[in-house]
């Protein structure tokens, strides 16, 4: 139960189920009204991916999309808070991306281009119906995002490409230039008790600096670069500010006050773990909701108190026939790359004696880092004795923006071989052996396995492949389809430069396929409406790899999945996503007896 303003809110799930019920109270003892019921509205729907739901200042209103396919997509909806009819705002569809006007009667929201790019911004006023269009970004490799300031005081408009940012102030139907840059630079800004707040990494702060400002005009230092530590983002709360940190790899929390700067670090139980910041509305309440979870450890929910700097737990929900002691938590460092991993205790001693069956997860794009938490269908593997791992590679930003730069463009092949130097070690140690190493990764983490075992295949057994980025060339050369012209700030322009077409052409996993040698067991999957990586490319890749001898021969196993009522994603639905999940368990279990 969380206090707003006015009203307490929560929300929760039930058995059978699949999105649960949200629910307002207008005193903290009073009786609960649902606000928003997607159980009932998803009914005789097959897909059902809830947008933002947004609360107005006044607390009269609320606003909320839905994505009906997967494409991403949203149908755009609005209601009263203590009504029960919602009305559907427009018959086009918009980003997942709206903001309320501080009047409480209109709204900020970014409509989308036929390659589903938000690229303009207007005002909505649903009183009047009266819609303007305050901006449109031109340029196809940037795309508009909103974010709102934590006093709710100023509404930012961001114009973004990887790693630059163009930053603007929206005051009613006009725009105020805030970070305009030629220069590539990354921008977190955000407005509290009369001060301006920005992560920033001009001046070739490649791990970033932290300022505060009256007036946007002198900038005072308040966290200085450092080689060694990399602020991810910030969370401002209460009297503080909340650094998100990679130090050297490990992940930290720092909070700093406002008044002196001075930082205390907020201590979890483990080197690798997630956390977040959940179910907050108010930042004048002392009290801060930080969620932690583990590969072993399933969600625990801290209350911190900022006024005693104390953290203790109020939600720590115990799973039947489930104990966390049961496993063990660790990393291997092999080099610079550290690999995190559980198992479980009484099915496995990592001392090398002997091998065992080994998942393998890996990602390595886009700067993303994959932190461990907890999943029940990982915990199904190790349950049966399986050594489970998580690969940090170079194109994320474990170890900062620099790690990220060294996987990306004309050095995207350290991506693969990072993860191949991560197989052949743990295959060396004799923690697993080639015919026990299932490997997994999705959308570009499925390039990453698709390009790894055209280059070794003997070094694995099973190779999953999730909604995979396999056909990039071809995807890179058409300017026309969602997302490529933005991804050239990723991979490169191989339409442009032959440079990018030749190195591209060199990893690509459908163009490298080879038809003799004896790859892994395979499991693809892809959703019919994805937009991201649309579902002709991993089924062209499944087509040629039917031609391969052994496949053909049917000596290893290929599997294709369609979801016909998906996109990227999966699944909205709770349930129907637990029946996919296994359908992959059980290949898995199945060519790794």
Same mark, same amino acid.
């Given at each position: 139960?969380?206090?707003?303003?006015?009203?307490?809110?929560?929300?929760?799930?039930?058995?059978?189920?699949?999105?649960?019920?949200?629910?307002?109270?207008?005193?903290?003892?009073?009786?609960?009204?649902?606000?928003?019921?997607?159980?009932?509205?998803?009914?005789?729907?097959?897909?059902?991916?809830?947008?933002?739901?947004?609360?107005?200042?006044?607390?009269?209103?609320?606003?909320?999309?839905?994505?009906?396919?997967?494409?991403?997509?949203?149908?755009?909806?609005?209601?009263?808070?203590?009504?029960?009819?919602?009305?559907?705002?427009?018959?086009?569809?918009?980003?997942?991306?709206?903001?309320?006007?501080?009047?409480?009667?209109?709204?900020?929201?970014?409509?989308?281009?036929?390659?589903?790019?938000?690229?303009?911004?207007?005002?909505?006023?649903?009183?009047?119906?009266?819609?303007?269009?305050?901006?449109?970004?031109?340029?196809?490799?940037?795309?508009?995002?909103?974010?709102?300031?934590?006093?709710?005081?100023?509404?930012?408009?961001?114009?973004?490409?990887?790693?630059?940012?163009?930053?603007?102030?929206?005051?009613?139907?006009?725009?105020?230039?805030?970070?305009?840059?030629?220069?590539?630079?990354?921008?977190?800004?955000?407005?509290?008790?009369?001060?301006?707040?920005?992560?920033?990494?001009?001046?070739?702060?490649?791990?970033?600096?932290?300022?505060?400002?009256?007036?946007?005009?002198?900038?005072?230092?308040?966290?200085?670069?450092?080689?060694?530590?990399?602020?991810?983002?910030?969370?401002?709360?209460?009297?503080?500010?909340?650094?998100?940190?990679?130090?050297?790899?490990?992940?930290?929390?720092?909070?700093?006050?406002?008044?002196?700067?001075?930082?205390?670090?907020?201590?979890?139980?483990?080197?690798?773990?997630?956390?977040?910041?959940?179910?907050?509305?108010?930042?004048?309440?002392?009290?801060?909701?930080?969620?932690?979870?583990?590969?072993?450890?399933?969600?625990?929910?801290?209350?911190?108190?900022?006024?005693?700097?104390?953290?203790? %737990?109020?939600?720590?929900?115990?799973? &039947?026939? @489930?104990? *966390? !002691?049961? $496993?063990? /938590? #660790?990393?291997?460092?092999?080099? =610079?790359?550290?690999?995190?991993?559980?198992?479980?205790?009484?099915?496995?001693?990592?001392?090398?004696?002997?091998?065992?069956?080994?998942?393998?997860?890996?990602?390595?794009?886009?700067?993303?880092?994959?932190?461990?938490?907890?999943?029940?269908?990982?915990?199904?593997?190790?349950?049966?004795?399986?050594?489970?791992? %998580?690969?940090?590679?170079?194109?994320? &930003?474990? @170890?900062? *923006? !620099?790690? $990220?730069? /060294? #996987?990306?463009?004309?050095?995207? =092949?350290?991506?693969?071989?990072?993860?191949?130097?991560?197989?052949?070690?743990?295959?060396?140690?004799?923690?697993?052996?080639?015919?026990?190493?299932?490997?997994?990764?999705?959308?570009?983490?499925?390039?990453?396995?698709?390009?790894?075992?055209?280059?070794?295949?003997?070094?694995?057994?099973?190779?999953?492949?999730?909604?995979?980025?396999?056909?990039?060339?071809?995807?890179?050369?058409?300017?026309?389809?969602?997302?490529?012209?933005?991804?050239?700030?990723?991979?490169?322009?191989?339409?442009?430069?032959?440079?990018?077409?030749?190195?591209?052409?060199?990893?690509?996993?459908?163009?490298?396929?080879?038809?003799?040698?004896?790859?892994?067991?395979?499991?693809?999957?892809?959703?019919?409406?994805?937009?991201?990586?649309?579902?002709?490319?991993?089924?062209?890749?499944?087509?040629?790899?039917?031609?391969?001898?052994?496949?053909?021969?049917?000596?290893?196993?290929?599997?294709?999945?369609?979801?016909?009522?998906?996109?990227?994603?999966?699944?909205?639905?709770?349930?129907?996503?637990?029946?996919?999940?296994?359908?992959?368990?059980?290949?898995?279990?199945?060519?790794?007896?």
């Amino acid at each position: 139960l969380t206090k707003y303003k006015k009203y307490y809110y929560f929300s929760e799930i039930k058995q059978n189920e699949n999105y649960g019920k949200a629910y307002v109270k207008k005193t903290k003892g009073g009786k609960p009204h649902c606000y928003f019921n997607p159980e009932k509205l998803s009914k005789n729907k097959k897909q059902f991916t809830i947008g933002s739901p947004i609360i107005s200042y006044d607390e009269s209103y609320l606003l909320y999309s839905v994505d009906y396919t997967g494409d991403r997509k949203y149908t755009l909806y609005l209601k009263k808070l203590f009504s029960h009819k919602s009305e559907k705002l427009f018959q086009y569809q918009i980003s997942n991306d709206y903001l309320f006007h501080l009047n409480n009667h209109s709204f900020y929201y970014l409509k989308l281009n036929h390659k589903i790019r938000p690229y303009q911004l207007y005002l909505y006023d649903f009183l009047t119906k009266k819609n303007t269009m305050i901006y449109e970004e031109t340029n196809e490799e940037y795309s508009l995002s909103l974010s709102l300031s934590t006093d709710e005081q100023v509404i930012f408009l961001y114009s973004s490409a990887y790693e630059h940012d163009n930053v603007y102030q929206i005051d009613d139907t006009d725009l105020l230039e805030l970070l305009i840059q030629k220069r590539k630079n990354e921008y977190q800004i955000d407005h509290y008790q009369n001060k301006f707040y920005l992560l920033t990494n001009e001046n070739q702060k490649i791990n970033f600096e932290l300022y505060e400002s009256e007036n946007l005009y002198q900038w005072k230092c308040i966290s200085k670069h450092s080689l060694s530590t990399y602020i991810e983002s910030f969370f401002i709360w209460y009297d503080s500010i909340f650094l998100s940190i990679r130090e050297n790899g490990f992940p930290l929390l720092l909070q700093m006050n406002l008044q002196n700067y001075k930082t205390n670090e907020i201590k979890f139980p483990l080197h690798f773990y997630s956390y977040g910041f959940i179910s907050n509305l108010n930042p004048s309440y002392h009290k801060l909701k930080i969620s932690y979870s583990s590969f072993s450890q399933s969600r625990i929910i801290y209350e911190y108190n900022l006024k005693t700097n104390q953290l203790h %737990i109020i939600e720590n929900k115990k799973l &039947k026939n @489930y104990d *966390p !002691k049961n $496993y063990k /938590e #660790g990393y291997l460092k092999i080099g =610079k790359l550290i690999v995190t991993y559980i198992y479980r205790k009484d099915k496995i001693k990592l001392d090398g004696t002997q091998s065992h069956p080994c998942y393998l997860y890996g990602y390595g794009s886009y700067g993303v880092i994959d932190d461990p938490t907890f999943d029940k269908y990982t915990m199904s593997l190790v349950d049966r004795g399986y050594l489970y791992c %998580i690969a940090n590679l170079r194109g994320s &930003k474990f @170890y900062g *923006p !620099k790690w $990220y730069h /060294e #996987g990306k463009y004309l050095k995207k =092949k350290n991506t693969f071989k990072d993860f191949q130097t991560i197989a052949q070690y743990l295959i060396h140690q004799n923690y697993t052996s080639p015919d026990k190493l299932v490997v997994e990764g999705g959308s570009a983490g499925g390039l990453l396995i698709g390009s790894c075992i055209n280059m070794n295949p003997s070094l694995y057994h099973v190779a999953v492949l999730r909604v995979p980025y396999v056909d990039c060339l071809t995807t890179l050369l058409n300017p026309d389809l969602p997302l490529t012209i933005g991804e050239y700030n990723e991979w490169g322009n191989p339409g442009k430069y032959k440079t990018y077409y030749d190195y591209i052409l060199s990893y690509s996993p459908y163009d490298n396929i080879d038809l003799k040698k004896q790859y892994p067991h395979i499991y693809i999957d892809t959703g019919l409406h994805d937009s991201q990586v649309i579902f002709h490319e991993p089924l062209k890749y499944y087509a040629k790899l039917t031609h391969n001898q052994h496949f053909q021969q049917n000596t290893r196993t290929l599997l294709f999945n369609i979801r016909t009522q998906s996109g990227h994603s999966g699944s909205s639905k709770r349930y129907q996503q637990i029946i996919d999940e296994t359908q992959v368990l059980t290949f898995i279990l199945k060519q790794n007896k």
